[in-house]
């Protein structure tokens, strides 16, 4: 069964930067495509970012293309979310959230994501 937990949530200004981190246990990582989430206060629940299992695909929503890059370290079993540039709209719980996948594809659906983590809080304020 995988687990996955998420770190480095935080209180920052508008345009500063953040490095979210999901560490996962349990199975074989590279076995699943992995996706991070957000969840703003009263909102939906929105897809960010997708990384494939080799990490050769992703994708982003466009609300962070071009300020949010996702990697991750399959020997580490460590996925990231680099924020670059962050918003105040940015302010949300993020959340990774893993599918076990047969290809290489980087689609994230939240409804075929089968392990989520607890989510870190990303406040962004002035």
């Known amino acids: 069964q995988l687990q996955l937990v998420e770190s480095g949530g935080g209180l920052l200004q508008p345009g500063g930067s953040l490095r979210l981190s999901c560490a996962a246990s349990g199975s074989t990582f590279n076995y699943y495509r992995i996706g991070w989430f957000r969840q703003a206060p009263g909102k939906e629940r929105e897809g960010v970012s997708c990384?494939?299992?080799?990490?050769?695909?992703?994708n982003y929503a466009d609300s962070v293309k071009g300020r949010f890059t996702i990697s991750r370290d399959n020997a580490k079993n460590m996925v990231y979310l680099q924020m670059n540039n962050l918003k105040p709209e940015d302010t949300a719980v993020y959340y990774c959230?893993?599918?076990?996948?047969?290809?290489?594809?980087?689609?994230?659906?939240?409804?075929?994501?089968?392990?989520w983590g607890k989510g870190t809080l990303v406040t962004v304020s002035s």
């Open positions: 959230a893993a599918q076990r996948d047969w290809t290489v594809q980087a689609t994230c659906q939240s409804p075929q994501m089968g392990y």
């Open positions: 990384i494939s299992r080799n990490g050769g695909n992703t």
